[in-house]
């Protein structure tokens, strides 16, 4: 059993930075591939930043490319998603997500992942 809580979201003025954590209970982390998503409202959820379960290796969706940065540290069960020069289009509900395949290489599409966190509201400012 795998509960995933995500914390460090607000409200922030556009080009400020945030910091979101995620927080694992249950089995560890470290053979799965985690995830970052986010949904705003109105919109379907989508795929924000991937690392794998090693750590060495993220991707990256397009708009947020040299904005962003995933890592984890799987000694204490958590992932980060370091967010800087923040755009109001960044506006979302934003929860982690863990592999459903132990070792799979950094997946991007929502059905790849099976533990879900309840998300964390970050909201920026123009």
């Known amino acids: 059993q795998v509960q995933l809580v995500e914390s460090g979201g607000g409200l922030v003025q556009a080009g400020g930075s945030l910091r979101l954590s995620c927080a694992a209970s249950?089995?560890?982390?470290?053979?799965?591939?985690m995830g970052w998503f986010r949904q705003a409202p109105g919109k379907e959820r989508e795929f924000v930043a991937a690392i794998s379960y090693s750590g060495l290796f993220a991707y990256y969706q397009d708009s947020v490319k040299g904005r962003f940065t995933i890592s984890r540290d799987n000694a204490k069960n958590t992932v980060y998603l370091q967010m800087n020069s923040l755009k109001p289009e960044d506006t979302a509900v934003y929860r982690c997500a863990r592999a459903r395949t132990a070792a799979s290489g950094i997946p991007a599409a929502i059905l790849e992942y099976e533990y879900w966190g309840q998300g964390t509201q970050v909201t920026v400012s123009s």
């Open positions: 249950g089995r560890t982390l470290s053979s799965y591939a």
